[in-house]
């Protein structure tokens, strides 16, 4: 389905999107990117194969509303991925609620004000499916996060909001566009760009010693490439609708430490402690209020419980299919490493008041 219109990416510069720019430049799309600086401060971007010819990049931000109507002129379809991706901010309606929602709306807006677009497709999360897993459930698109706030998990709260707000909009305002939701789990992989994204950054503590054990928590992971491939076949297919939980699978803390170790990561400060059982459990209740409030909160509404998410319809409507969860760890933890966010397996060197790359 290659159209001559270009197909705009919002956010072009971050993790998930950065790869969906390159993933439809691949594939012979005009791409026009949104980013919050100008272009030269996106080399990475503008180096990409076919973004000499097919990649624009213009300024946008979620807090201004009106900057987004330019992109979309002309445009069939708009992938939504702009949004603030950080855990433990200091002012959770500002730094996350804002923008996630203001933006979400805004950019509804200015799709519909644009007059061509056919389809809005938005990356939203499981966090927008539950902040607290459950161990007898399995999570389906049909559920919703009804738990978060302001207060309790505000990451959570800021996509559960904006996604619900985007459903309604098109529902009550029957603006000429459909929306799909893609809603990854926990995504890694390798970078396009020189930022370190969260979920990888949470992979790094845990190979720097940042956490005190082996706690009984687990977690849905999925490929980058793989979530930008679901954001183009959600974009691609004529027929996809509605949300679409994209996870490769499960892992959980002690495999995660285990598979680092024997894949030559064993001489990192991978915790050892073993607090999988009630004793560090329950330790470990009582450490998180020592925590950062968020993570604290995470620890408490997480650790002990399994979490399930059912991905056939993405399967069986999109055709996806996910590269395994550890391979695309382990490429994201050698991206890490030869960009300088971790220290090189072999050379490093890390001791008490010692920093690590
Ligand atoms: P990144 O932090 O790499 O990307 C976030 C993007 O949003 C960046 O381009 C950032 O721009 C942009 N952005 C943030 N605030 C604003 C703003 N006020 N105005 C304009 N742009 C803004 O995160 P990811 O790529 O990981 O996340 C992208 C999306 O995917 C988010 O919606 C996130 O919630 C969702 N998601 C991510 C998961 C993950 O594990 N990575 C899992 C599930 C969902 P800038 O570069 O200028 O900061």
């Given at each position: 389905m290659i159209t001559?219109?270009?197909?705009?990416?919002?956010?072009?510069?971050?993790?998930?999107?950065?790869?969906?720019?390159?993933?439809?430049?691949?594939?012979?799309?005009?791409?026009?990117?949104?980013?919050?600086?100008?272009?030269?401060?996106?080399?990475?971007?503008?180096?990409?194969p076919g973004a000499e010819e097919?990649?624009?990049?213009?300024?946008?931000?979620?807090?201004?509303?009106?900057?987004?109507?330019?992109?979309?002129?002309?445009?069939?379809?708009?992938?939504?991925?702009?949004?603030?991706?950080?855990?433990?901010?200091?002012?959770?309606?500002?730094?996350?609620?804002?923008?996630?929602?203001?933006?979400?709306?805004?950019?509804?807006?200015?799709?519909?004000?644009?007059?061509?677009?056919?389809?809005?497709?938005?990356?939203?999360?499981?966090?927008?499916?539950?902040?607290?897993?459950?161990?007898?459930?399995?999570?389906?698109e049909r559920d919703w996060n009804t738990r978060s706030s302001l207060h309790r998990h505000p990451y959570h709260y800021s996509k559960t909001v904006a996604e619900k707000s985007a459903w309604e909009f098109v529902s009550r305002?029957?603006?000429?566009?459909?929306?799909?939701?893609?809603?990854?789990?926990?995504?890694?992989?390798?970078?396009?760009?020189?930022?370190?994204?969260?979920?990888?950054a949470m992979i790094r503590d845990i190979m720097i010693g940042v956490y005190p054990g082996i706690m009984d928590l687990n977690w849905g992971f999925v490929d980058v490439r793989d979530t930008a491939r679901a954001h183009i076949l959600a974009m691609e297919t004529s027929g996809a609708s509605g949300r679409y939980l994209c996870s490769a699978g499960l892992l959980d803390m002690r495999t995660l430490v285990e598979q680092l170790s024997y894949s030559g990561y064993g001489n990192y400060p991978l915790p050892k402690t073993d607090l999988t059982g009630r004793f560090g459990t329950a330790l470990m209740m009582a450490l998180s209020y020592t925590q950062p409030r968020d993570t604290g909160t995470y620890i408490r509404t997480?650790?002990?419980?399994?979490?399930?998410?059912?991905?056939?319809?993405?399967?069986?409507?999109?055709?996806?299919?996910?590269?395994?969860?550890?391979e695309s760890i382990l490429e994201g933890v050698e991206d890490m490493v030869r960009r300088g966010h971790l220290a090189p397996p072999r050379s490093r060197r890390v001791g008490p008041g010692k920093k690590e790359a």
């Amino acid at each position: 389905m290659i159209t001559e219109k270009p197909v705009c990416v919002t956010g072009a510069s971050g993790f998930i999107a950065s790869h969906i720019v390159a993933g439809l430049l691949a594939d012979g799309y005009r791409v026009r990117g949104t980013t919050r600086k100008s272009r030269e401060h996106y080399p990475f971007l503008l180096q990409l194969p076919g973004a000499e010819e097919r990649l624009e990049l213009v300024e946008a931000d979620l807090l201004r509303k009106e900057s987004f109507l330019p992109a979309f002129r002309e445009c069939e379809y708009v992938i939504h991925t702009a949004s603030p991706y950080v855990i433990n901010v200091k002012d959770p309606a500002k730094d996350l609620v804002e923008p996630a929602l203001q933006g979400t709306m805004g950019v509804m807006e200015a799709a519909r004000s644009a007059g061509g677009v056919k389809r809005v497709v938005l990356t939203s999360s499981v966090a927008a499916v539950t902040d607290e897993p459950d161990s007898t459930k399995v999570f389906t698109e049909r559920d919703w996060n009804t738990r978060s706030s302001l207060h309790r998990h505000p990451y959570h709260y800021s996509k559960t909001v904006a996604e619900k707000s985007a459903w309604e909009f098109v529902s009550r305002q029957k603006p000429g566009f459909d929306l799909v939701s893609i809603n990854p789990s926990m995504v890694t992989g390798p970078a396009l760009g020189p930022d370190i994204n969260t979920t990888n950054a949470m992979i790094r503590d845990i190979m720097i010693g940042v956490y005190p054990g082996i706690m009984d928590l687990n977690w849905g992971f999925v490929d980058v490439r793989d979530t930008a491939r679901a954001h183009i076949l959600a974009m691609e297919t004529s027929g996809a609708s509605g949300r679409y939980l994209c996870s490769a699978g499960l892992l959980d803390m002690r495999t995660l430490v285990e598979q680092l170790s024997y894949s030559g990561y064993g001489n990192y400060p991978l915790p050892k402690t073993d607090l999988t059982g009630r004793f560090g459990t329950a330790l470990m209740m009582a450490l998180s209020y020592t925590q950062p409030r968020d993570t604290g909160t995470y620890i408490r509404t997480h650790i002990g419980r399994s979490l399930r998410y059912g991905c056939s319809k993405i399967k069986q409507e999109l055709g996806m299919s996910f590269m395994p969860v550890m391979e695309s760890i382990l490429e994201g933890v050698e991206d890490m490493v030869r960009r300088g966010h971790l220290a090189p397996p072999r050379s490093r060197r890390v001791g008490p008041g010692k920093k690590e790359a």
